[in-house]
């Protein structure tokens, strides 16, 4: 199996920063995306932001320009850096990753989600 363990959620006022925290382990053999998805109270799970194993990005609309995603494949950990926050951007933000676990069977795992209240 493939656990991912998020950090960093917390109440920042609008304008603030976050920076969120994934790190995957388990039995991985290679990670291929990994990426944040978010879930407001009421709403669907949509997606935030993805990476690639190769550094390719790419962001939600309403995210671009003040979200930032990197990854240290090294340490299997995927960041997400937020700033400007706005207080629409509240949620439960979820981790995903997908790959290739030990004994080359494909994997998709969730983190347990982290919670972001952007209020003043």
């Known amino acids: 199996q493939v656990q991912l363990v998020e950090s960093g959620g917390g109440l920042v006022q609008p304008g603030g920063s976050l920076r969120l925290s994934c790190a995957a382990s388990g039995s991985i053999f290679r990670i291929n995306a990994m990426g944040w998805y978010r879930q407001a109270p009421g709403k669907q799970r949509e997606l935030v932001a993805t990476?690639?194993?190769?550094?390719?990005?790419n962001y939600e609309d309403s995210v671009k320009g003040r979200f930032t995603i990197s990854r240290d494949n090294a340490k299997n950990t995927v960041y997400l850096q937020m700033n400007s926050l706005k207080p629409e951007d509240t949620a439960v933000y979820y981790c995903n990753a997908d790959g290739v676990r030990i004994g080359l069977k494909p994997f998709t795992s969730w983190g347990q989600g982290t919670q972001v209240t952007v209020s003043s």
């Open positions: 990476i690639t194993s190769g550094g390719s990005t």
